[in-house]
């Protein structure tokens, strides 16, 4: 398999809810008029918190500093598995799943955070530019890494021996456990042709500038658990447009412009973390994506600024709550799937994720 | 959507049928344009042609790309790629008859969906329909559908699940399961199926081009390249395949698939069709955005006969079939050349023939040959003959003709080479009479040693060097006034001799001897030439006003005479040396109203002042002889070398022949032939007459080595290959310098000594091509044995006698003959018995057998040997076209 190291050097970004009338004018213009900016990649996605804006070099320019854009410090670089088509995969499954083992599972182990951004297309890891001599030295031997420079592919060689031993971070602890939420509403993952966007426009500022869902505050009542949250997610990344929305916005679009796979499928979202997750905590996506992928289930994941979210399809996951449950109290015989999620440092608490096989 | 880019197709079948399709399929057909009455509708094309839209379909949004079925039934079936992924068929203008209903509406629906970027047919197997879309994280990019296929097993189930389309399709209609799946985890730009095994098909994936084999289809072939889009092969060359990227064409050869074998020249914007013309080879056009030209690549791949490895050469042009941007176009199934064109906006159509480059070939023979397209003109010059053609005759034709009446070659009667010239030329005529006069009187003064012109030694050369330098070297020049013959009155005209002047007369041909200044001979031959007029202004000249008229009255009273010519003759009988006589009056105007040059200056001489002969000096039209001549005679010393350059300058520039006479062949006179050569191409002339009368110091003039050499290139090109040994063999007569010394020289095995020692008389000196031969006296006893060590000579590979034993009998009906001839003892120089070998295996014998043996074989008459000798010759099997 091959990981190409792409050639976007990206920025990660957050504006607040009530300070997005200030980068409207930008995110239009990254948004439809690709042919004014040089932006190569772009993503937005809504959350009921805030929106999360990851984007290149180039589309960082456009947006004007202010008190309600947040900017993490770093520069990302997203990587990409590439399967090559040679190996057949015995797993149906898609998503994170495939490259759980591969890729998240060595990284978290090596301390090196991910930030996961999954797409109708593909699914992209941005690791910090800083990391990327760890990340290339711990997946060498699993992949054939090119890097990306100017259309072309160079491959990359172990040039950096000594960083090989160089972890980051402490020695591993036991990664904290964060809470999960799985509201009820359903999502689709699509795309559209770039085409067709200049029709939908009216549409899609609507969804994206004026949604005042009533059922935001989902912070504020945590019992609201199975309510329904806003997640919308917009991304256009080398020509290719991914959109990530629930039924009820799904339905605002024509239906006929929409690409999504010939069945269909919906999917659950679990979003993962009580108080936002910040930058530096390594693992969780390897927590989440292991055992889906022992279990051969599709998820797509979408990290944002706050919080992670993870997509598991809808037909595989008739039930999925957050059970406190006393920490050897386990009844695998019960379930399909059993996550088990090792004690908090600060508790008790063990959330308790499963699927059950339709 | 209104902005897609427009896009042309032929149909398959129809050559007057075409489909446009940019936000909807509209379908067309082709015609001359009809008469006056424009039909409405109608839509011209070109100043002959126009469509007519026949059929409209707009059931299909969101087209990506379109695909015509190939089969002929039914015939207007097309694949629409749209931007979901799905592939539908439709059709267009057609009656829903029973085979088209079938497939009409039927979709291919790809798990995934995601923009359809290309869509081609199988050319053999026309059931298969590959589709080439976008990519999807692990999803298969390359989908290839049996549109035959009935329905898919899942088509129900799938059909359960449409709960966001709307769309509400008959479920038969949908088939979600594509016969192949190709090129998993990538993204397909474009597609073709390869002509040389339809099992193969070729896509321009991500960032790389791969070869599927459908019969093995975990395995593909590919190579990275950015140049993935548009893959085409060229109809005509199936392993060549074009593709491109942005600006930038690269033609790849499947055969040698690493790397293209051809990058075209970058364009500044990115390309948007590259197309293989399907009715001529090798000729690829191509489209950029916002442009309203097209560009075409001309690669002709010329094998050389060396067989290396050579870049096809390429010719770039570029073509603008309409004012407006071009949206796109398409070229003719079968039309030569001819392509629809569509203009990017307002789907504004043109049809337009791209007119062939003209390749143009002279033969060596005059015979020209041009070729445009599929036709070739040849062009060969008109002999008719006896129509006295208007046109003369083209120079290398007329030079051919002379070198094959054997031109230049007689060197007794030199003034005959004007007429082997075909006699009609004036300049070569009195060129050649030139000549003749200079050999003449250079001849006399050698062998006869004529007493009344022994001149003084240096002026030998002086007959070469032309009348311009003779009248410069004169001195003693004694003026006369003599009377008219025949009459006493003395003339007041002074009349100039000197042994120079003489000499310079004899060379104009007046006199043939000195001092004397007797014409009657002259005289009596041009009366026999009939050339009255020249001939009695000679005689008139000469003083003797009662021959000229006597003269005038025999060409009067000849048959066939002009009778005019007794009028003339009255009017001279009247003259009057009065200054204020009637006569001269009327003489002096009316002269110039005479036709005949020679006639006109006669009364020229007589109206004018002596020493002022203007009228007769420069009437251009009277031969540069005889105005000589009487300049000789009538100018003084200070006039005569003036009136000389004037007129040798004259002659220079103009390139006129006859100017030889002034210049003699000198430098100056190779200035003349050079100008002549300029102005006519003749080399021959100039190589023979360059050659005929000249020193040494004139052959060595680069100009004139270059004319004998190139008039050898003629008789080889012409393969008047006996022409030219001819021509050598003059040569190295008249130039002995010009003598190739022996290049090549039979050595013997044994001593490493030269045959040729004794072989002549003269062992040391070369002996041109007698080197080859054993050119020994027949005499002599060993002929077969090195004359250095006695030791044998190699043997005849076919008649395996020693080499110098000459060839006995050759097979085939000259065999008697032969042996008649084998008695005379000539016959051993013969070409029959020269060594002959091949370079290559070094096998040989004589000469006379190895060319029979090879006009039967290929190969070596060596047994075991295998060397094909005789076609490593380039010209061994041409034959000579003079036969002689």
């Not at chain 2, 088509?155 to 709960?163: D, F, G, L, N, Q």
Request: proline fraction near 5%; aromatic fraction near 8%; hydrophobic fraction near 35%.
């Amino acid at each position: 398999m091959d990981l190409h190291i792409l050639d976007h050097r990206l920025r990660v970004t957050c504006i607040s809810k009530n300070g997005l009338a200030n980068f409207t004018h930008a995110l239009i213009k990254l948004i439809f008029l690709r042919n004014r900016t040089r932006c190569k990649f772009f993503s937005l996605t809504e959350t009921p918190e805030n929106y999360t804006v990851v984007l290149d070099e180039e589309g960082f320019k456009e947006l004007q500093p202010s008190e309600h854009l947040q900017v993490e410090s770093s520069t990302w670089l997203p990587l990409n598995v590439v399967s090559n088509g040679n190996i057949s995969s015995s797993s149906q499954a898609v998503g994170v799943t495939k490259i759980a083992k591969s890729v998240i599972a060595p990284l978290a182990q090596q301390h090196v955070s991910v930030f996961m951004l999954s797409t109708y297309q593909t699914d992209f890891i941005l690791v910090r530019e800083k990391d990327l001599s760890v990340v290339i030295s711990t997946l060498e031997e699993e992949f054939n890494i090119y890097r990306e420079v100017e259309g072309e592919s160079v491959p990359v060689g172990c040039q950096n021996v000594s960083n090989v031993l160089q972890k980051n971070g402490k020695e591993a602890l036991h990664p904290t456990v964060h809470p999960v939420l799985i509201p009820q509403n359903q999502f689709g993952v699509m795309s559209l042709d770039p085409d067709t966007l200049p029709s939908i426009a009216t549409t899609l500022i609507d969804v994206l500038f004026y949604s005042n869902s009533p059922k935001v505050d989902s912070q504020s009542s945590p019992n609201q658990d199975l309510d329904c949250i806003k997640f919308f997610s917009f991304s256009l990344i080398d020509g290719y447009i991914s959109l990530v929305m629930d039924t009820e916005a799904q339905r605002q679009f024509p239906a006929d412009l929409l690409f999504t796979s010939s069945s269909r499928e919906l999917w659950r979202m679990v979003r993962i973390g009580g108080q936002p997750l910040g930058f530096d905590e390594c693992g969780i996506v390897a927590q989440i994506s292991q055992p889906l992928a022992d279990g051969d289930i599709s998820a797509y994941y979408i990290s944002t600024f706050s919080f992670d979210h993870a997509l598991v399809t809808h037909t595989r996951c008739h039930r999925a709550s957050s059970v406190p449950l006393q920490q050897n109290a386990t009844e695998p015989s019960l379930l399909d799937e059993l996550v088990k999620f090792p004690p908090t440092a600060k508790g008790s608490r063990v959330f308790l994720f499963y699927s059950l096989c339709s | 959507m209104s902005g897609s880019k427009p896009d042309i197709l032929w149909s398959p079948h129809h050559p007057d049928r075409y489909v446009i399709c940019d936000s909807e399929l509209g379908l067309y057909r082709i015609g001359p344009v009809g008469g006056t009455e424009t039909k409405p509708g109608t839509l011209p094309l070109s100043e002959e042609t126009a469509a007519t839209l026949l059929a409209i379909n707009s059931d299909t949004p969101y087209m990506k790309c379109v695909a015509w079925y190939p089969k002929h039934e039914p015939e207007c079936l097309l694949a629409v790629g749209q931007a979901n992924g799905r592939v539908v068929l439709t059709s267009l203008g057609q009656s829903h008859n029973s085979t088209c209903k079938e497939l009409v509406g039927k979709e291919f629906v790809p798990k995934h969906a995601r923009q359809c970027n290309t869509l081609a047919w199988n050319p053999v197997d026309n059931n298969l329909l590959a589709a080439g879309l976008d990519k999807h994280r692990a999803d298969f990019s390359v989908l290839i559908w049996d549109i035959s296929s009935k329905f898919a097993p899942e088509t129900s189930v799938a059909a359960e699940k449409i709960r966001i389309s709307t769309v509400d399709l008959d479920s038969s209609m949908v088939v979600t399961k594509p016969l192949y799946e190709l090129g998993q985890n990538d993204a397909c730009l474009s597609l073709c199926w390869l002509f040389r095994d339809p099992k193969l098909l070729l896509a321009g994936m991500h960032r790389n081009l791969a070869i599927f084999d459908l019969r093995n289809t975990s395995q593909k072939m590919f190579v990275n390249t950015k140049a993935i889009q548009g893959v085409t092969v060229d109809p005509h060359f199936h392993d060549r395949v074009a593709s491109f990227f942005e600006g930038q064409v690269a033609i790849w050869d499947l055969r040698k698939f690493e790397k293209p074998v051809l990058t075209l020249t970058e364009q500044s914007k990115p390309l948007t069709k590259v197309a293989w013309c399907p009715t001529r080879t090798g000729l690829l056009a191509t489209l950029t955005r916002d442009s309203n030209v097209i560009r075409l690549y001309d690669m002709q791949h010329t094998p050389t006969p060396i067989g290396d490895e050579t870049e096809p050469t390429i010719i770039e042009r570029s073509v603008q079939p309409c004012e407006s941007q071009i949206g796109s176009f398409a070229w003719h199934p079968s039309s030569q050349n001819r392509m629809v064109v569509v203009s990017a906006t307002n789907r504004v159509m043109t049809d337009f023939t791209v007119f062939e480059r003209i390749s143009l070939a002279w033969s060596s023979t005059t015979s020209l040959m041009w070729a445009c397209g599929r036709h070739l003109y040849d062009c060969a010059e008109d002999s008719a003959e006896g129509a006295e053609s208007t046109v003369e005759k083209d120079i290398a034709t007329k030079m051919r003709e002379r070198a094959q009446s054997r031109y230049g070659h007689d060197t007794l009667q030199v003034w005959r080479n004007h007429l082997l010239a075909g006699g009609n030329d004036p300049q070569l005529k009195s060129l050649w009479y030139d000549l003749s006069y200079i050999l003449y009187v250079s001849h006399m003064k050698q062998c006869a040693e004529d007493m009344e012109l022994k001149l003084q030694g240096n002026k030998q050369s002086l007959v070469y060097s032309g009348i311009k330098n003779i009248i410069r070297t004169s001195s003693g020049t004694t003026e006369s006034r003599r009377c008219w013959i025949g009459s006493d009155r003395q003339t007041d005209v002074p009349r100039f001799s000197s042994e120079e002047r003489c000499l310079a007369l004899r060379l104009c041909g007046w006199i043939s001897r000195g001092p004397d200044i007797d014409v009657e001979t002259f005289l009596r031959s041009l009366e026999q030439e009939r050339e009255w007029e020249r001939a009695a202004a000679i005689a008139l000249f000469n003083l003797d006003i009662r021959r000229a008229i006597q003269i005038l009255n025999k060409g009067a009273t000849m048959e066939k005479g002009d009778l005019n010519l007794n009028v003339v003759a009255m009017a001279l009988s009247g003259y009057t040396d009065e200054k204020s006589s009637l006569w001269r009056e009327m003489c002096s105007s009316l002269r110039l109203q005479l036709k005949n040059p020679y006639l006109c200056i006669m009364f020229a001489f007589l109206t004018s002042e002596p020493g002022a002969y203007d009228g007769v000096l420069y009437e251009s039209s009277v031969a540069v002889r005889d105005r000589v001549a009487f300049a000789c005679m009538f100018l003084s010393d200070a006039q005569l070398p003036h009136y000389i350059d004037k007129l040798t300058n004259e002659m220079k520039e103009a390139g006129n022949l006859e100017g030889i006479l002034l210049t003699g062949l000198t430098k100056d006179g190779v200035d003349l032939m050079e100008s002549f050569v300029d102005r006519t191409g003749d080399v021959q002339t100039a190589s023979f007459c360059t050659l005929k009368g000249s020193p040494g110091e004139v052959l060595k003039d680069p100009r004139v080595q270059c004319w004998i050499e190139n008039y050898r290139n003629l008789l080889d090109a012409w393969r008047f290959w006996h022409k030219r040994a001819e021509f050598d063999i003059l040569r190295g007569k008249l130039d002995p310098s010009s003598k190739p010394l022996a290049q090549v020289f039979v050595s013997c095995n044994f001593c490493g000594k030269s045959i040729s020692y004794s072989c002549s008389a003269m062992p040391h000196q070369g002996r041109g091509f007698s080197q080859y031969g054993v050119s020994g006296s027949p005499t002599k006893s060993k002929v077969t044995s090195c004359p250095g060590c006695r030791k044998p000579l190699p043997r005849c590979a076919l008649c395996l006698m020693n080499m110098g034993t000459p060839v006995s009998s050759c097979s085939g009906p000259g065999k008697s003959d032969e042996k008649v001839d084998l008695t005379r003892e000539n016959k051993l120089s013969q070409f029959n018995n020269w060594f002959t070998w091949c370079h290559n295996c070094r096998h040989g014998g004589h000469a006379g057998h190895m060319l029979s043996w090879f006009r039967d074989h290929t190969e070596c008459p060596v047994s075991a040997c295998t060397c094909k000798c005789m076609q490593l010759d380039t010209t061994g099997n041409l034959v000579p076209a003079d036969s002689s």
